[in-house]
């Protein structure tokens, strides 16, 4: 048995942990949209075909904002077949994802779909195979109150109202040659600036988000986002970034120490961006939309693909997670609490079906996956500031990252509400002893911690918590 100890003091302060932090994500993939968050004639479907089990346990999960309508999929769409009636729209060929792509769920009914969720929509536009107008013309049905073709079109078709989005993605992963209209950083960058810089001389209001790298893999990382941003960091607000971790290889002390990957990665693209604005004398600070993350077995999708032609909504990574896997979200989610100062959006891709905490039957029930818990929890419990945690733990080698430190944390003050939470995972395969240091909170007392191997329990007076599933665990700690 290995002990750790940590220090938390409300002086060691981050920021603010962005409600933002807790988005997922809903693509035309595979079975999100269809028999995910759209089937009509399921027992809990609404009038327009809205899954009712699955909008309670979106809300149950406590889902912030959601993006649509990709990823991949939106670098090939036409946002216009998605709107009006569902009779008249056209049925097309979705290069993406080899699917055949109805349009009996657009735009408005994700607009719907989003009210009744109680989520903040974050829509993206197409730069693969369209650009400023384009741009132009979605933002303009989307946002303007009326009086014009396009948003008296909106109101023709049910929305009186604008849907007042805010978060614009300008485009996705174009730096990837697997994408519809791939470009170089200096194509997109030019392109994604002119793009900028109209959609805010319509609405001056919202917040844009230029494409980071696809991940920190690509031989482009790094120089991509500084090319990019001398394009744009003047016209943007964030710049995003993906990344996915697969379990496939069975390297299990690795994809525990996933978070260390991540954690690295946010550090380099901010360092990117500061030397950006630095370079071009620009005092703003961006932040980053992390925009997609989770893990995902990612060998199994090219087996999905290529057994298969051309076919509406299929079953596409379907994966099935594990408790190994609900911890490395655990420890995802401390890390983006870490970097609260930089990271203003993060999405967990996806919400329902593909790479899900939630998972469905066609016609039949909904359920949670053991990656649903941990985001659950953090969502619920980090409201406040983001404190930087001292602990003394512990480190193991790994294979991938060699040697880590074996305990993450992160704390989070509701200094409101006189509330102290604690996040924690064991990275490694040995069992942990954590003990926790409140001596700068002498008002509080432990009550309960939440792990994944059972039903809250109360802490030791000595405020001790003993990690025991397979070396690996999410706690909660709360005052009173």
Not at 134 to 143: H, I, Q, V
Not at 394 to 410: A, N, Q
Request: charged share 25%; glycine share 10%; net charge negative.
């Amino acid at each position: 048995m290995h002990t750790a100890r940590v220090v938390i003091d409300p002086a060691f302060r981050i920021g603010e942990a962005d409600r933002r932090l807790f988005g997922s994500f809903v693509e035309h993939m595979g079975r999100c949209v269809y028999g995910g968050v759209f089937e009509p004639g399921h027992p809990t479907a609404d009038p327009l075909g809205l899954r009712g089990d699955v909008l309670e346990l979106t809300r149950e999960l406590g889902v912030s904002v959601v993006r649509y309508p990709g990823g991949n999929f939106v670098s090939g769409y036409r946002w216009e077949d998605g709107t009006g009636p569902v009779g008249d729209r056209p049925r097309r060929l979705d290069l993406a994802w080899k699917t055949v792509e109805t349009n009996a769920f657009g735009l408005d009914e994700f607009m719907v779909w989003a009210r009744a969720a109680g989520v903040e929509p974050m829509l993206a536009v197409n730069l693969g195979t369209r650009g400023v107008q384009e741009a132009l013309d979605l933002l303009e049905y989307t946002n303007h109150p009326g009086g014009t073709s396009l948003s008296d079109r909106r109101r023709k078709h049910g929305a009186e109202q604008p849907y007042g989005v805010k978060l614009w993605c300008l485009g996705n992963e174009l730096d990837g040659p697997w994408q519809v209209g791939h470009k170089t950083a200096g194509e997109y960058g030019r392109l994604a600036a002119e793009t900028a810089r109209a959609m805010k001389m319509l609405d001056p209001g919202i917040s844009l988000i230029a494409c980071g790298s696809s991940n920190r893999g690509m031989p482009t990382f790094a120089s991509w986002e500084a090319t990019v941003l001398e394009h744009t960091y003047e016209h943007v607000d964030y710049i995003s970034a993906h990344t996915y971790y697969d379990p496939s290889d069975g390297d299990r002390a690795s994809i525990l120490a996933s978070a260390v990957d991540m954690d690295a990665f946010i550090d380099e693209v901010v360092a990117t961006a500061d030397h950006v604005g630095a370079k071009l004398r620009n005092r703003k600070r961006l932040k980053i939309s992390f925009d997609e993350w989770n893990v995902w077995y990612q060998s199994r999708l090219r087996q999905d693909l290529d057994r298969r032609g051309w076919v509406e909504a299929p079953a596409l990574i379907e994966d099935d997670y594990t408790a190994t896997d609900a911890v490395v979200v655990g420890d995802l989610l401390i890390t983006l609490l870490r970097h609260a100062d930089r990271v203003g959006v993060a999405c967990q891709a996806q919400l329902v079906n593909v790479i899900a905490p939630i998972r469905t039957e066609t016609g039949g029930r909904a359920w949670r996956q053991s990656i649903f818990h941990p985001f659950a929890l953090t969502a619920r419990h980090a409201r406040g500031t983001v404190l930087r945690t001292e602990p003394v733990t512990p480190s193991h080698d790994t294979k991938r990252y060699g040697p880590v430190p074996s305990l993450s944390t992160v704390a989070v003050y509701d200094e409101e509400n006189g509330a102290l939470s604690i996040f924690a995972v064991n990275r490694g395969e040995t069992p942990l002893t954590v003990e926790f240091d409140l001596r700068a909170f002498p008002e509080f007392a432990s009550t309960e911690h939440h792990t994944l191997d059972g039903p809250p329990r109360r802490l030791d007076p000595a405020g001790r918590i003993t990690v025991q599933l397979a070396g690996a665990s999410w706690n909660l700690v709360r005052s009173t």
